[in-house]
């Protein structure tokens, strides 16, 4: 009855009769079935810490019943990122798991994507990004280039969040280089910041033009332009950016700058009043009210 009402989503009404199941010591395989829904069921629900517990009831005989780690590692990937609170408790569950089982490649993902997430969320992991690094290099040998792109990416935005950006465009290359696909616009963006606009115009004008055509993108696209000295690149860059995004107040801002420095000083002043009539509390209007009071 209680798998019926599993399978209607109905939870509250599964583990009631999940919690009235009785079995002898002989029926060890039913009692551990049981138990294995009433975990999914407690995680449906939102009852983690009671899930985890049932996990750590499961594990006990994981040696006689084969199907218990990856049912186990299934409900924890699917759930396990979902607040703190259960990655926290995922965490513990996929170093054990790694611990009990080196070869299985979605246990050193989902390490390390958890301990990603709860940084993320603002959680102390109890390591810094040297100490990460160590830990990362050691699963990651084991990863398959689709999902090894994906946490070398994760880990090239620790280290952008960090301000080191030599590092971030290292970890944004590997990832690029084993997937490509959209992980050329972090790659892009990198280089932009590094001042590599040579190298990250054709990678973000990619992104731009078809792979990830989005007002970020083409941002990108105008910042390298603009750098290199490709007035109206950059400017007609900058207006697609503000057409995909009308609220794009950097890109509005950057495009009235590009004009400015390239002696349009008539449309520059008409875009930065727009900018600082729809932005009125941004700081760029502060800056430009003090530096240009002729223009209001």
């Known amino acids: 009855m209680g798998r019926y009402f599993h399978r209607k989503g109905l939870f509250e009404e599964a583990l009631t009769h999940y919690d009235a199941v ?14 294995g829904w009433r975990l999914n069921a407690l995680f449906n629900l939102g009852e983690i810490r009671a899930a985890f517990r049932a996990i750590n009831q499961l594990l006990a005989d994981a040696d006689r019943e084969t199907w218990i780690w990856p049912w186990c590692a299934r409900q924890v990937a699917a759930f396990g990122r979902t607040s703190v609170e259960a990655a926290r408790g995922a965490l513990g569950f996929w170093q054990r798991y790694v611990q009990a089982h080196r070869e299985v490649e979605s246990a050193r993902v989902n390490l390390l994507l958890t301990q990603f997430y709860l940084r993320q969320e603002g959680a102390d992991i109890g390591k810094d990004y040297a100490a990460f690094r160590v830990e990362f290099d050691d699963n990651v040998a084991y990863v398959e280039p689709e999902q090894a792109a994906l946490v070398w990416d994760r880990l090239g935005h620790w280290a952008q969040d960090e301000d080191n950006w030599t590092e971030a465009e290292r970890c944004f290359r590997i990832a690029y280089e084993t997937d490509g696909g959209h992980y050329g616009y972090c790659l892009g963006a990198a280089l932009n910041f590094l001042g590599r606009y040579e190298e990250a115009l054709p990678l973000v004008l990619a992104q731009a033009q078809g792979i990830q055509p989005d007002a970020m993108s083409w941002f990108q696209v105008a910042v390298a332009n603009e750098h290199l000295g490709r007035t109206k690149a950059a400017v007609d860059a900058y207006r697609l950016a503000l057409v995909l995004n009308p609220d794009y107040s950097l890109a509005m801002f950057n495009m009235a700058g590009t ?37 209001f």
């Open 22 to 35: 009785v079995f002898t010591e002989r029926e060890l395989g039913k009692n551990a079935t049981v138990t």
């Open 259 to 295: 004009l400015w420095n390239s002696g349009d000083r008539e449309h520059a002043a008409i875009v930065f009043l727009t900018a600082a009539r729809q932005f009125p509390d941004h700081d760029l209007t502060a800056q430009l009210r003090g530096d240009f009071p002729e223009l």
